[in-house]
T-cell receptor, first 115, second 112 residues
Framework: AQSVSQHNHHVILSEAASLELGCNYS??????LFWYVQYPGQHLQLLLK??????LVKGIKGFEAEFIKSKFSFNLRKPSVQWSDTAEYFC?????????????FGQGTELSVKP | DGGITQSPKYLFRKEGQNVTLSCEQN?????MYWYRQDPGQGLRLIYY???????QKGDIAEGYSVSREKKESFPLTVTSAQKNPTAFYLC???????????FGPGTRLTVL
């Protein structure tokens, strides 16, 4: 069965620090990859996605992610975090040609940015 | 305004009662989904529907039921058979089953 693993459950950073959140998945076929963000009290929003093409994907609010097929990874990065980036971040994967494209989520990483 | 609406935002029920959570979308999406979110477990798929009058069980369907009589509506019933129903429930939709999913604001259900 497919699975998605996020390495860090809780990350605490100071403003202006760089961010990298790890995400690994276990499926050898074609995948679509997503990062979602859930700000406190708000609903889940799409940060960025990768379907095909350039493996370096840019999203909203200065976030980017790199798909490394050989490592089954899709890590999220931001060069300089802000207090407003405090949120929970979810990596998700679906296999469009398998299991009806069900979206499998990681456990989530809670990011706390200290002002 | 286009989007996904879920109501109510907070819901309290007594143990042993069935409760139905509403999800409506006006995005003209074919596919709709229900997830359950628990702290430290991410989102887990309860049921999904790729087309009207058809739906499939997700990973944790036991104790839940759904219907998809209209394209824009996908209500979820949490039955008394669900052993641990207190959770945050999220509804999502996508144009096609393999497309990006968009989420509603969620319903927080507390069973007393």
């Amino acid at each position: 069965a497919q699975s998605v693993s996020q390495h860090n459950h809780h990350v605490i950073l100071s403003e202006a620090a760089s961010l990298e959140l790890g995400c690994n998945y276990s499926y050898g076929g074609t995948v679509n990859l997503f990062w979602y963000v859930q700000y406190p009290g708000q609903h889940l929003q799409l940060l960025l996605k990768y379907f095909s093409g350039d493996p370096l994907v840019k999203g909203i609010k200065g976030f980017e992610a790199e798909f490394i097929k050989s490592k089954f990874s899709f890590n999220l990065r931001k060069p300089s975090v802000q207090w407003s980036d405090t949120a929970e971040y979810f990596c998700a994967v679906n296999a469009p040609y398998n299991q009806g494209g069900k979206l499998i989520f990681g456990q989530g990483t809670e990011l706390s940015v200290k002002p | 305004d286009g989007g996904i609406t879920q109501s109510p935002k907070y819901l309290f029920r007594k143990e042993g009662q069935n409760v139905t959570l509403s999800c409506e979308q006006n995005l003209n999406h074919d596919a709709m989904y229900w997830y359950r979110q628990d702290p430290g477990q991410g989102l887990r798929l309860i049921y999904y529907s790729q087309i009207v009058n058809d739906f499939q069980k997700g990973d944790i369907a036991e104790g839940y039921s759904v219907s998809r009589e209209k394209k824009e509506s996908f209500p979820l019933t949490v039955t008394s058979a669900q052993k641990n129903p207190t959770a945050f429930y999220l509804c999502a939709s996508s144009a096609l089953a393999t497309d990006t999913q968009y989420f509603g604001p969620g319903t927080r259900l507390t069973v007393l």
